[in-house]
């Protein structure tokens, strides 16, 4: 690694080294903040985000600096030139880093990834979700080191999940530079996208790892938030599958909040949605969780 790489690696352990007094940590904070605005940044981001020699703490840092990048640049981070192999490259540090099982880096780089998919002009929306899927299963298995945190079957979806979670929220996100005619494009896209729908199910099925199915909770939510769900959720077992989940102690809250999200949105009265549960004791365990009421307040007589 040359020597402006080695300052930013020791740049980032001295924000993170508790033994780091308040001066040098500001200092230290200060240049990263400045190195990241750099018009080029993202080119080294992109280059050591996978490294296997770069700490844990570094990679997220390059992860986020990408995302900065991939946000608000309107530098050649937006060729179109370059778009390919720019996803690729994004793509694979991804699904290598989904394969570790670090969340926070993932998220970053799947977030990276979304913002480019809002921001490219030469993306067309309505090719936004199989465009993303396709990148996805073409890369799957080239990166993926043993041990992992996570079975290799499963990364190709956990990755598309993340990438579907952050496309509806960088859509509307306000940290992200897009015009208000392409944003508005992409979220129409993402609103009538039928695929998400199956692989939601396929995510909170009873045969998948709860790594997927925090995953695809986490997904309907933040497009719950963006002001829609997945086109034809309803339709499948997804909805069954979210209630038996407010039944699991790992993940009942969150499912919990994101029932609850899907009933501001639903048109269809509580009552009828409550029917998809399955006996008395389970409905008063989901209510319990999804309004956050005393247990006994729920049972009936």
Same mark, same amino acid.
């Given at each position: 690694m040359?020597d ?29 903040q ?54 690729a ?13 670090? *969340? ?12 480019l998919?809002?921001r490219?002009g ?13 990148l ?10 043993k041990?992992s ?42 609103s009538? *996208? ?11 099925s009873e ?22 769900a ?17 039944? *699991? ?8 909040e994101?029932l ?24 008063q365990a ?16």
């Open positions: 040359d402006g790489v080695e300052r930013v690696l020791r740049a980032v352990s001295e924000l993170h080294d508790a033994n780091t007094d308040a001066p040098a940590r500001k200092l230290a904070d200060k240049f990263l400045s190195w990241r605005a750099a018009p080029n940044s993202w080119r080294t981001a992109l280059m050591l985000v996978a490294h296997p020699d770069v700490s844990d703490d570094a990679r997220f840092f390059f992860a986020s600096s990408l995302r900065f990048a991939c946000e608000r640049s309107s530098g050649d981070v937006l060729d179109p030139a370059l778009l390919g192999d720019l996803l490259q994004i793509v694979l540090a991804l699904l290598s880093s989904a394969h570790r099982g670090s *969340s926070s880096v993932s998220r970053q780089l799947a977030s990276a990834l979304a913002a998919a809002v490219s030469s993306w067309e929306p309505v090719r936004t979700i199989p465009d993303v899927a396709t996805i299963q073409r890369h799957s298995g080239q990166t993926l080191e041990p945190a996570v079975s290799s079957d499963t990364v190709p979806l956990i990755a598309l999940l993340l990438v579907v979670e952050a496309l509806a929220a960088e859509a509307r996100s306000k940290s992200l530079s897009c015009h208000p005619s392409r944003r508005s494009a992409v979220v129409t896209a993402l009538t *996208s039928p695929e998400p729908a199956r692989w939601l199910s396929t995510a909170l045969a998948a790892p709860p790594a997927c199915g925090q995953a695809a909770v986490l997904t309907i939510e933040e497009w719950c938030h963006a002001g829609f997945p086109e034809g959720i309803e339709a499948g077992d997804t909805i069954p599958a979210l209630f038996q989940r407010c039944l *699991s102690p790992s993940i009942c809250k969150t499912a919990s994101c609850v999200a899907l009933f501001a949105l639903c048109t269809l009265p509580t009552t009828q949605v409550l029917v998809l549960s399955i006996g008395a004791f389970e409905g989901i209510l319990y969780h999804c309004f956050s009421l005393p247990f006994r307040e729920t049972r009936t007589a």
